[in-house]
Nanobody
Framework: QVQLVESGGGLVQPGGSLRLSCVASGSRFSINTMAWYRQAPGKERELVAGITRDGSTNYEGSVKGRFTISRDNAKNTVYLQMNSLKPEDTAVYYC?????????WGKGTPVTISE
């Protein structure tokens, strides 16, 4: 069984930065894709950024140039560096990984951008 634990969320002012981390643990496994999703109040969950095992990345349009996803395969960890944060980035951020053929989700970490 795979467990995901996210950390790094919190309250930050507009223009600030946060770095989210997600560590996968459990039985021995090989992680395929890793990704971050977010869900704002009253909205559907959306993909923020994804990264393949070989490092190819993709981003949701509004975060391009501000967020950077990265991973450390040796540590089974995925990161999301978030810069120039805006109030509309406020959401619960979820880590998601694929260990074929199954997708696993973390419980989420809240991010609030406010004065």
């Amino acid at each position: 069984q795979v467990q995901l634990v996210e950390s790094g969320g919190g309250l930050v002012q507009p223009g600030g930065s946060l770095r989210l981390s997600c560590v996968a643990s459990g039985s021995r496994f090989s992680i395929n894709t890793m990704a971050w999703y977010r869900q704002a109040p009253g909205k559907e969950r959306e993909l923020v950024a994804g990264i393949t095992r070989d490092g190819s990345t993709n981003y949701e349009g509004s975060v391009k140039g501000r967020f950077t996803i990265s991973r450390d395969n040796a540590k089974n960890t995925v990161y999301l560096q978030m810069n120039s944060l805006k109030p509309e980035d406020t959401a619960v951020y979820y880590c998601q990984i694929t260990v074929l053929p199954t997708r696993y989700w973390g419980k989420g970490t809240p991010v609030t951008i406010s004065e």
